[in-house]
């Protein structure tokens, strides 16, 4: 079984602060890495997505992927209340489905 | 940018009914997928999709069909609704290379 893991928080930082968010998986050919957030109510927003091993930035986000240690990471910047929500890591091998964490939930703090 | 329509954002059904999600895509992409969300457990598969015709089982597809006549939409049945297919259902489409992209999603309460 393949699985994607997540803390489930929720993770509390404060406004301006730097939000770090962690995710480990187990299929080591997973080839794909991305990163959704959900607001409460809402479906699942595609933020970021990664292939290569280490990082690539899109404004305020950053993604880290590390496919020795088969850990991915999405960081925030100057966090914003706006940025609330549960943020998903997907993994994906080709051939094969998509496998989502549980989530992690962030709260940032006025 | 790629559109996913969910027919419905919210509906109300009773017991015992058959219940139709639908799910367009306008990105001529091969594969879409239905899942449920349930706060604690996350998102689970219940079927998917990878050509018109094609349709597979998910990890959850009891009490669940699916239909794929045309490429663009995917529809999912519940053949007796059941209380406990109470849930948020949220149909997504991939193309090759691309992410997963999500429709807005169908609150579904069965009383």
């Known amino acids: 079984q393949k699985e994607v893991e997540q803390n489930s928080g929720p993770l509390s930082v404060p406004e301006g602060a730097i939000a770090s968010l962690n995710c480990t998986y187990s299929?080591?050919?997973?080839?794909?890495f991305f990163w959704y957030r959900q607001y409460s109510g809402k479906s699942p927003e595609l933020i970021m997505f990664?292939?290569?091993?280490g990082d690539k930035e899109d404004g305020r986000f950053t993604a880290q992927l590390n496919k020795a240690s088969q850990y991915v990471s999405l960081l925030i910047r100057d966090s914003q209340p706006s940025d609330s929500a549960t943020y998903l890591c997907?993994?994906?091998?080709?051939?094969?489905?998509?496998?989502f964490g549980p989530g992690t939930r962030l709260s940032v703090l006025p | 940018d790629v559109k996913v329509t969910q027919s419905s954002r919210y509906l109300v059904k009773r017991t015992g009914e058959k219940v139709f999600l639908e799910c367009v895509q306008d990105?001529?992409?091969?594969?879409m997928f239905w899942y449920r969300q349930d706060p604690g457990l996350g998102l689970r598969l219940i079927y998917f999709?990878?050509?018109?015709?094609?349709?597979e089982k998910g990890d959850i597809p009891e009490g669940y069909s699916v239909s794929r006549e045309k490429k663009e939409r995917f529809s999912l049945i519940l053949e007796s609704a059941s209380t406990n297919q109470t849930s948020m259902y949220l149909c997504?489409?991939?193309?090759?290379?691309?992410?997963?992209?999500f429709g807005d999603g169908t609150r579904l309460s069965i009383l």
């Open positions: 990664i292939y290569s091993n």
């Open positions: 997504a489409s991939w193309g090759f290379g691309q992410p997963q992209h």
């Open positions: 997907a993994v994906h091998n080709y051939g094969q489905n998509f496998v």
């Open positions: 299929d080591r050919g997973s080839q794909s």
């Open positions: 999709s990878y050509d018109v015709k094609m349709k």
């Open positions: 990105m001529d992409h091969e594969n």
